[in-house]
């Protein structure tokens, strides 16, 4: 008799091996106290990758710019009563994008200038890029399209004009109002600063990204949904970065995911994006050559073998747990605090904290209960899979909340594995109060502590507080694949650019330190350094931020023409 049964990835040739790789590569990039992941041990100024990627040849198309943008208050994107949708349109399209990708402004310092940006990346490299694939809409094109968005222009460059096939197959996957966005990564962008260990970050920022897609969309009342069946090779195909000849002798750039973008919220979308809309996307007709970044680059052996061993397959959907019901404080009143626009367009890293500044406990709560996988709210209303990442939190400055090491255990069915693999000595006392699951682990200062597992770096224990964020590692690869140690790390971006915003919006800042000692955290909860079972994926901190009075602000976009900055309209 056939059995249905079918083997765990870890269990199917190949995929085994392909698992085994990965743990390799995780392990051989670990930085250890006296022993740093093999980087390139200096700065080649001269290949220093352009930040920019743009394509000659094709169509670029402006996009307005709305300075008063009319978004809601940010508190109220996290309230079960939805903000009123905004119509898909160049203006709501380019503040989506602006407040998603876009920059935030320019910083400079003895004549040298760079850009912020509204996605945070790992030492401002950016290696994530953005396409979306819209239907016709007014002022940009009669036909549907695929277009690379040029942050710097704040523009629209059509790649690829779709043909009638692929016009009609759009047209039954997606409903009215729905299109689709995209994100890749130059991995190099990030390789030439960090050697072998840029693979995870790169990770990192494609989370710090979607985290960025779903609360812009949330502020105009619209929701990005995953499409986490597709493979990289159907990713690649929607977004033309499997073009060769398009890429040809500059560096290539590897298909991340694609999300749908729903501007009306009535809509039921379950895209079936079908091998027909890719064979169509692919037969439409494309433009443009890419830029090249750096004149030459140095190829990294141990990111090239991680990129094939994380090749994501088409894949079935996941089931959906409900949890919404998790423990978690009720909802905070909307404060008096800026529009969301205003906390997303002030979002900025911090480089030091001044070690005096805390945070009431009712704020320290409110930050934690939105990193919570609560999927009535963004950016968890974005995903499918289940969560597989536990914050390890070293309590600093919380009034009303001594100091100590605690974990805020965001899956409770995980909990007692995860009590398991620690060390017996802690005393896991719930912090009731919070109505959450979070565990005070041991009180006690732990400044350096956090300092140290931080790679001594005294931001970690001059703020608030700081976490490390702790993967379900060996589950989560044996059931879903190799592929999903990438989706691990875009877990800790979301998690990341949650914290970014709730920062902001509690007058305090935060920044994502990748560089830390994986180990030494793992030393510090009593985990089997023999086993892998559990690791330590991105750490973070948040506190009072010390300013670089040497560093003069400019304007985001005030290197574009006056009149390229629409009149403000409250209805955007």
């Known amino acids: ?25 995780h392990q051989r990039t670990k930085h250890l106290p006296g022993h740093f992941a093999p980087g390139p041990g200096y700065l080649d100024w001269a290949n220093q990758p352009d930040p920019f990627r ?34 898909l349109t160049a203006e709501s399209l380019g503040l989506f994008l602006e407040l998603s990708l876009g920059l935030t402004a320019w910083k400079e310092f003895q004549g040298t200038r760079w850009a912020l940006r509204s996605n945070p990346s790992s030492g401002n490299l950016h290696p994530t890029e953005g396409y979306v694939v819209l239907p016709p809409l007014a002022s940009l094109s009669d036909r549907g399209g695929v277009y690379h968005y040029a942050p710097r222009e704040h523009a629209l460059e059509q790649r690829c004009i779709l043909n009638k096939a692929a016009m009609g197959t759009l047209g039954v996957v997606l409903p009215a109002g729905v299109f689709l966005v995209g994100l890749t990564s130059v991995h190099w962008r ?5 050697g072998e260990r840029a693979y995870r970050y790169c990770q990192h920022d494609v989370g710090h990204a979607l985290g960025a897609l779903c609360i812009a969309a949330a502020a105009l009342g619209w929701r990005v949904a995953l499409v986490s069946t597709l493979s990289d090779t159907e990713v690649a195909g929607l977004l033309g970065v499997d073009r060769t000849t398009d890429f040809n002798d500059v560096e290539a750039e590897h298909p991340d995911l694609i999300a749908t973008v729903i501007t009306d ?44 061993a994380t090749v994501k397959p088409h ?7 409900d949890l919404a ?26 480089v030091d904290m001044d070690a005096r500044t805390g945070l009431s406990l009712d704020a320290f709560f409110g930050m934690l209960a939105r990193t919570l996988p609560d999927r009535l709210h963004p ?27 605690y974990v805020l255990v965001r899956d409770e069915a995980r909990l007692d594995a995860f009590r398991t693999a620690c060390h017996d000595r802690f005393t896991w006392g719930h912090v009731e109060s919070s109505c959450m699951p979070l565990y005070a682990l041991a009180l006690g200062d732990c400044q350096e502590a956090a300092a140290h597992a931080s790679c001594f770096q005294a931001i970690a224990g001059d703020s608030a507080f700081s976490l490390g964020m702790v993967a379900d590692f060996t589950r989560t690869l044996e059931e879903d694949g190799a592929w999903a140690y990438r989706r691990l790390f875009w877990e800790t971006g979301l998690i990341g650019q949650v914290l970014y915003l709730e920062a902001e919006a509690a007058g305090v800042r935060s920044t994502g330190m990748g560089c830390y000692f994986d180990d030494v955290v793992h030393q510090l909860l009593g985990i089997d350094l023999s086993d892998d079972a559990w690791q330590s994926l991105y750490h973070f901190t948040v506190g009072g931020a010390v300013d670089d009075d040497r560093l003069t602000t400019l304007p985001a976009y005030g290197h574009l023409p006056p009149e390229r900055t629409s009149p403000g309209r409250s209805g955007i």
């Open 54 to 87: 743009r394509f000659s040849g094709v169509r670029m198309v402006e996009l307005p710019l709305v300075p008063d943008d009319g978004t809601p208050p940010y508190d109220s994107l996290f309230h079960s009563r939805e903000s009123p949708s905004q119509p």
């Open 265 to 308: 919220p009535a809509s039921a979308v379950t895209p079936n994006l079908t091998k027909g809309l890719v064979a169509g996307v692919r037969a439409s007709h494309w433009a443009g050559k890419a830029n090249r970044l750096s004149p030459d680059h140095v190829d990294w052996a141990d990111i090239a073998a991680v990129e094939v």
């Open 190 to 194: 990030e390789a030439w600063k960090y």
């Open 315 to 321: 894949t079935a959907s996941l089931p959906l747990r």
């Open 325 to 350: 019901a998790s423990g978690k404080p009720a909802q905070r009143p909307i404060r008096d605090i800026p529009r969301s626009a205003a906390i997303i367009r002030q979002r900025r890293s911090a």
């Open 1 to 25: 008799m056939a059995s249905n049964l079918k083997s765990p990835p870890s269990e199917v040739p190949g995929v085994a091996d392909a698992v085994a790789r990965v743990r390799t590569y």
């Open 379 to 405: 950016p968890w209303t974005a995903l499918d899979f289940p969560p597989r990442i536990h914050l390890c939190l070293f309590v600093h400055r919380i009034d009303g909340l001594s100091p100590g090491l």
